[in-house]
């Protein structure tokens, strides 16, 4: 089992859905969030690039983020799917430091919070927030481990990219392009 | 642990489709993830659901509001079998729960009065202000009659209203959905095909195998199942053709963009007319069978030659030529899509025609991939006595506009202002849903207008600037708060869905029916609201409509066969289009008899003077107009406008983004507030571009308030449409100020 | 042409956005402590360890009332700087190999006890006075064997002390080079060069804290090597990122030729390195020079330096 994102860039609007969901979904605090979108502009009028991104924890297999977290709420379960125990964490801000993708941020309730890719519904069988809403239906969500799920396919048959694979996190969160 | 990918889908299925046990759910990947206390509370944390639709903008889809015990709404989803959202809410919709939570909601009734010769509202218990508004009902009648007591409305609130008022005997109702919005395409295509576009849109999108987009912004404009159905069509690799001058998000998403100067829009289309006419690529059958007029188009668009066009739209002829073929090629399935905020320069009726004749030469009306015929299930009317005739009405306020199909809000306004030729004097409003300082331009004629009232009575949720105008106002609680009309709208198949209360009212706020059986109940119309709860309404029609409402409260969203025949015309078949002619008028009698251009011609609009843009608006994903602005989940995304500025532009005058500037138009209008620039190449260098609904002026709106520019402050001079009473916005230029142009007095 | 590249859902995460501001001047404050801490304790137990407590006695005795102080504010500005700190001893559950932060708990866990102990045995030898008055050993009568224990075991403790006080310095560099998210950080010289600056610190504090001549020369001398080491390090430092990515590039950018610069070089390398060099060299040399002078400089530059490590790296990003 390893669980992967894949958001198509052809597809996404921009319309930032998936932040709001994620939100209600998982009562983020209301200045907080844990994903966000991003646009690029590249080129002059009217040959313009625009790509639009909904971005969050990348659910990294080579984390920085678990490695460096000295008591271990950083952690790593089933499917790959990073996540933060509230209990353990202290808020020494060293996995805040240490994500290249700033996809972590103080909860104002002082541990550090992050996607979680909706582990909570993953275990009622439903797929994230984001993913369930996205109007545009531009997410897709499985395992990777299954040649044959959607994301495997996706990626198998489609161009994609991560996100500063420089980083050498090894991100499972891809862009189709 | 080994999950397969089908398991995956019937679990998630299963998930989906209701309450179960959470302890199996565990179970079923194993207890071999350590869970966090927050995840387990998570799971097993039951929410109650309950049916509505949303009232964040109006395309009003079916949604389950999730509570939790203490009743706070959580989280609101979309209902999977609703044709207008297929269970998936727009942001806005998702961020609904902020229409609820928004601390700075109106909270109770609000009265005007003078404290030390100021002007300031005290709090009101609802007797008070009910009764105050009750007299002000029989005044009116007795000194004016009822017809001089206007309704400016809409969404939800409107109908209870317009039910009071027309009981009242008041058909002087106006709405901004159709002068500002919409009006000009359903005249437009009204005369072409005899039936309105109507809403939601009949566009078959998600078949289409070529979608033209002329100024529509769909993907801003978050308009929920059309942006399902376009992202359909970019899986089905649908050719889609953007025209804006704009690079819109569609544009950026089209194989063709076609950066377009503004107001050209009409050169364009004659043009495509032309080549798809001179390369025989339309659809010769369609034509011929469905179609009258065709021989005087093509005589009309002989001389529209794309190199014509050209040297008005600037856009090359091969590109004209290409895109053309593109769309014979996909023919019929392919829509010319009519837009929906189309009150442009003035001549949008002919823009909304040429847009329809289009799709008419293209055989696209009523054909799969292109429009299907919508069909809708009546409500019943629950019993109530005949209205009442009033002298004059709506259409006798717009009796200029032979095509007007609803009441015009400009016109309505204008009756307020006392002169010898007012035939329909206006002495007093009622405001609901709407907030008008913001949606309907020309702001000074609002204010003379507004001066001249005897009483103003303002129904809404928050405290917008339109309150501050007001003798009265009234809180109504949101829509996640109360019941309200059976939504019945056209789709591929009738359907119908319920709005059923989630919690209780917050605060002292009302549902609007409630208000409008109060008002009605104190002027003696008691007879027209016999009921206690709206809810006995909608269960004596759910009971007429074969269902009930308790099924209604599990389903949410109810199903019914179609009645009216195939959605797509039958091959070789007869069809009798609704027109006067019984076929798609490419020529327009109609328009001809009415002293109007049979078929549109491009006529030259006024283009900024040196120094000045054109100021473009349009619309952000994450809010509605002005509603929600303050929303606390939506303002997180975006809480102010930028104003787009193409980077020549920001050379020439020195701008960088995030820099603070002010705008004043040619009206000499300076913006009350400033507003930030984003220097960036999506924008043409003779425009500015912002999203429309922010600059408050409003400081009980804690958020929203000064935050970014009101666009329609610039919007002074109105580009009327001759046809239909349409107020065409987009002909305003606009100076960019560096400098703080209020802070001179002070020293 | 420009490229834009922006969030457009209104990120604005406190202490996040736009840049990182999760690690305050209390960390900062906590990076220099812990090396000046280092640095003394190093010394102090390699010259005991040599024999040579009685020659240099600021180095062993006097000094080392500095390192159970300097850790204890240390792991307070910690501690002060955690978001969760009623979590804090879920630090001491576990030990995790790969975290620096990790290893820095539990070097501090063990280097400050034996710190105080190493005080402690030399309590009555340095601060008679103090003791006249305070009267400890009268009253509480086990300190009188435990003074014997430690006194005894000092060379024992001398042998801990030495890598701890080691891994301790280079952990203060370590604990930001193992960030590759921040390119400014990411630099493995990072490690020996905050341990060397520890060591420098260290030497100027005992050169401030030394009564002798002789032992105030040979701290200078270390001082001047260390500084020398030190400079080289921050040349490769910099070296180090010319030859990096772009991102580094721009991190660099900072320091060299950005909000940093007067900083960096003016404070850290000008103020904090080379002047005292060469006032430490003046002096070898036999000129007469106030040696506090640069002592002080050393470590007001070592401070200013974190500070501005903290500050700037925070500042790089990979993305956006
Ligand atoms: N300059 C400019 N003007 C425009 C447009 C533009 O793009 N630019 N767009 C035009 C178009 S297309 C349209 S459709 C119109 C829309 O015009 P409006 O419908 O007037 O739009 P809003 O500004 O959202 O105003 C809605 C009002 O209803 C209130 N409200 C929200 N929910 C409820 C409720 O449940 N009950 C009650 N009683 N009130 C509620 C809100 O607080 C707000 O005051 O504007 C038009 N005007
Ligand atoms: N998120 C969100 N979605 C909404 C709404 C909302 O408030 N928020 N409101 C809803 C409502 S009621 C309506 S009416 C619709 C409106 O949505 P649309 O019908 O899509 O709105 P328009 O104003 O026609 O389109 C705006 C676009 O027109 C472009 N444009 C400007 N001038 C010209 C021109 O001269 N020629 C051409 N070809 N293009 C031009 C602008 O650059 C911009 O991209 O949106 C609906 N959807
Ligand atoms: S919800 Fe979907 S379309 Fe909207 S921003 Fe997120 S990923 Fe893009
Ligand atoms: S994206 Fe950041 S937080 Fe997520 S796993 Fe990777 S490094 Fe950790
Ligand atoms: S902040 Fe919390 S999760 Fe992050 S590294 Fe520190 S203890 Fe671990
Ligand atoms: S997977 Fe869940 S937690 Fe992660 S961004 Fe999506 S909704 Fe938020
Ligand atoms: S499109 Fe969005 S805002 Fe409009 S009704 Fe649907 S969910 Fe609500
Ligand atoms: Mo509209």
């Not at chain 2, 002989?302 to 008005?312: C, K, L, M, S, V």
């Not at chain 3, 002798?212 to 001047?224: N, V």
Request: glycine share 8%; proline share 5%.
């Amino acid at each position: 089992m390893r669980y992967a994102m894949v958001i198509d860039t052809l597809k996404c609007v921009g319309c930032s859905d998936c932040v709001v969901a994620c939100q209600t979904e998982n009562d983020v605090p209301i200045g907080y969030c844990r994903d966000w979108i991003t646009e690029t502009v590249d080129g002059t009028y009217p040959n313009i690039m625009l790509e639009l991104k909904s971005e969050r924890c990348n659910h990294c297999a080579n984390a920085p983020c678990v490695r460096c977290c000295p008591t271990g709420a950083s952690h790593i379960v089933e499917g790959g799917i990073v996540l933060v125990t509230a209990e353990e964490c202290i808020g020494c801000g060293a996995c805040i430091e240490s994500c290249p993708y700033d996809a972590r941020y103080q909860h104002p309730d002082g541990y550090v919070d992050k996607c979680t890719f909706c582990h909570h519904r993953l275990q009622k069988g439903q797929l994230p927030a984001c993913v369930s809403v996205c109007p545009t239906k531009c997410m897709y969500f499985g395992d990777l481990d299954n040649p044959n799920s959607e994301v495997s396919l996706l990626l198998k048959n489609r161009k994609h990219k991560t996100l500063a694979p420089e980083a050498g996190t090894d991100p499972h969160v891809f862009y189709l392009t | 642990m080994t999950t397969s990918r089908r398991k995956f889908i019937k679990i998630s299925g299963l998930g989906l489709g209701g309450v179960f046990a959470s302890t199996s759910a565990l179970n079923l990947f194993g207890n071999n993830s350590p869970l966090t206390e927050k995840t387990v509370q998570k799971i097993t944390k039951n929410l109650k659901k309950t049916a509505t639709y949303c009232e964040v903008c109006f395309w009003k889809c079916a949604a389950w509001a999730h509570s939790d015990e203490q009743g706070n709404i959580q989280k609101i989803i979309g209902n999977e079998t609703d044709p207008h959202c297929y269970g998936r809410l727009c942001p806005r919709g998702t961020g609904g729960v902020g229409m609820y939570s928004d601390e700075d909601r109106l909270k109770t009734p609000l009265i005007r009065t003078t404290i030390d010769g100021e002007e300031t509202f005290r709090e009101a218990s609802w007797d008070e202000a009910l009764d105050l508004i009750a007299s002000k009902f029989k005044d009116i009648k007795e000194k004016h009659g009822a017809e001089s007591f206007a309704l400016l409305k809409h969404g939800s609130p409107g109908k209870h209203l317009e039910h009071l008022f027309k009981a009242y005997g008041s058909d002087t109702i106006a709405e901004p959905a159709y002068a500002q919005c919409r009006g000009a395409r359903e005249a437009g295509f009204n005369a072409t095909f005899g039936s309105w576009v109507g809403s939601p849109e009949p566009t078959d999108i998600r078949d289409t195998k070529c979608l033209v987009l002329i100024g529509s912004h769909i993907g801003e404009n978050m308009h929920n199942s059309q942006v399902q159905e376009m992202s359909d069509a970019i899986d089905n690799n649908a050719t889609i053709i953007t025209v804006d001058p704009r690079l819109s998000t569609a544009a950026s998403k089209s194989q063709y963009w076609l950066a377009i100067k503004p107001a050209t829009d009409i050169a364009l289309m004659l043009a495509w007319m032309h080549v798809i006419i001179k390369e025989d690529l339309y659809d010769k059958n369609y034509v011929k069978r469905y179609t009258t007029g065709f021989d005087e188009l093509k005589e009309h668009v002989q001389n529209f030659t794309p190199e014509w066009a050209y040297g008005i739209t600037t856009i090359k002829p091969e590109e004209i030529i290409k895109t053309a073929r593109e769309m014979a090629h996909a023919a019929p399935a392919v829509i010319i899509h009519p837009g929906r905020h189309v009150s442009w320069y003035g001549d949008d009726t002919q823009r909304a025609r040429a847009m329809a004749i289009l799709n008419g030469l293209l055989g696209s009306w009523g054909r799969r991939g292109g429009f299907y015929f919508k069909e809708k299930i009546s409500v019943p009317k629950y019993p109530h006595p005949k209205y009442p005739h009033p002298k004059w009405d709506w259409t006798d306020v717009g009796e200029k506009f032979p095509l007007a199909q609803m009441g015009i809000t400009t016109e309505v306004i204008k009756c307020a202002i006392p002169s010898k030729d007012n035939k329909y004097p206006v002495k007093a409003m009622m405001v609901a849903g709407t907030n008008i300082t913001k949606s309907i331009p020309d702001k000074k004629l609002l204010e003379e207008a507004i001066d001249e009232l005897e009483f103003m009575v303002v129904l809404d949720t928050m405290p917008m600037d339109v309150t501050g105008y007001a003798d009265v106002v009234l809180p109504e609680c949101t829509y996640l708060e109360r019941y309200d009309g059976i939504r019945s709208a056209t789709n591929r198949t009738p359907s119908i869905a319920v709005r059923i209360p989630a919690v209780k009212p917050k605060y002292d706020s009302k549902p609007g029916w409630w208000v409008a059986k109060q008002i009605g109940e104190r002027i003696g119309l008691g007879d027209f609201f016999k009921y206690d709860d709206y809810k006995e309404v909608i269960e004596w029609q759910l009971e007429k409509m074969g269902t009930s409402l308790e099924e209604m409260e599990k389903i949410g969203v109810k199903h019914y066969p179609r009645k009216s025949g195939p959605m797509y015309l039958v091959e070789g078949e007869h069809h009798e289009f609704p027109t006067d002619s019984g076929k798609i008028e490419l020529y327009s009698k109609e328009l001809k008899n009415l002293g109007f251009d049979a078929m549109p011609l491009y006529t030259k609009h006024p283009e900024p003077p040196q120094g000045f843009y054109r100021l473009n608006y349009g619309r952000s994903p994450m809010h509605t107009f002005s509603r929600t602005a303050n929303n606390p989940n939506l303002n997180a995304l975006k809480s102010e406008n930028n104003l787009w500025v193409n980077p020549k532009v920001a050379r020439i005058i020195g701008l960088k983004t995030g820099q603070s500037v002010w705008l004043r138009n040619q009206d000499k209008i300076t913006s009350t507030f400033s507003i930030k620039v984003r220097v960036t190449e999506r924008i043409r260098w003779d425009s500015v571009y912002m999203v429309h609904g922010f600059g408050h002026d409003n400081k009980k709106l804690s958020r929203a308030f000064g935050k970014g520019i009101n666009d329609t402050q610039m919007v002074t001079k109105t580009m009327v449409d001759p046809i239909m009473g349409g107020t065409g916005m987009r002909g305003n230029f606009v100076e960019i100020i560096t400098e703080d142009p209020h802070k001179t007095e002070v020293i | 042409m420009i490229q834009e590249e922006l969030f457009t859902s209104g990120r604005n995460i406190p202490n996040i956005d736009p840049s990182l501001e999760i690690w305050h001047w209390p960390i900062a404050v906590y990076l220099f402590l812990g090396g000046l801490a280092a640095g003394i304790l190093f010394f102090g137990a390699l010259i005991y360890i040599l024999g040579k407590e009685d020659q240099y006695p600021a180095a062993v005795k006097t000094a080392s009332i500095i390192p159970p102080i300097a850790l204890s504010l240390g792991l307070l500005a910690l501690v002060y700087d955690l978001t969760h700190p009623l979590y804090t001893w879920q630090l001491y559950t576990t030990f995790r190999i790969e975290s620096p932060m990790s290893w820095g708990a539990w070097v501090l866990l063990i280097t400050t006890p034996l710190s105080f102990i190493w005080t402690f045995s030399y309590y009555r030898e340095v601060y008679p006075k103090l003791e006249a008055k305070l009267k400890m050993f009268k009253r509480f009568n086990f300190l009188n064997s435990f003074e014997k224990f430690t006194i005894k075991n000092r060379k024992n403790i001398a042998y801990a002390l030495i890598p701890l006080a080691l891994i301790l310095g280079v952990y203060t560099g370590i604990l930001l080079s193992a960030f590759n998210a921040r390119p400014l950080w990411n630099n493995a010289i990072l490690g020996p060069l905050f341990l060397v600056s520890g060591l420098s610190t260290g030497a100027a504090a005992i050169i401030l804290l030394s009564k002798t001549k002789a032992e105030k020369h040979l701290f200078g001398k270390i001082d001047l090597g260390l500084i020398i080491i030190e400079l080289a390090l921050i040349t490769h430092m910099i070296m180090g990122y010319y030859a990096g990515s772009q991102v580094q590039l721009e991190a660099m950018q900072l320091l060299v030729n950005g909000d940093f610069t007067l900083m960096f070089f003016g404070f850290v390398v000008i103020l904090g390195l080379i002047v005292p060099a060469i006032l430490e060299l003046i002096e070898l040399i036999g000129f007469k020079v106030p040696v506090v002078v640069p002592a002080l400089l050393v470590i007001l530059g070592g401070l200013i330096f974190r500070f501005v490590m903290i500050e700037a790296g925070q500042l790089t990003r990979f993305l956006y």
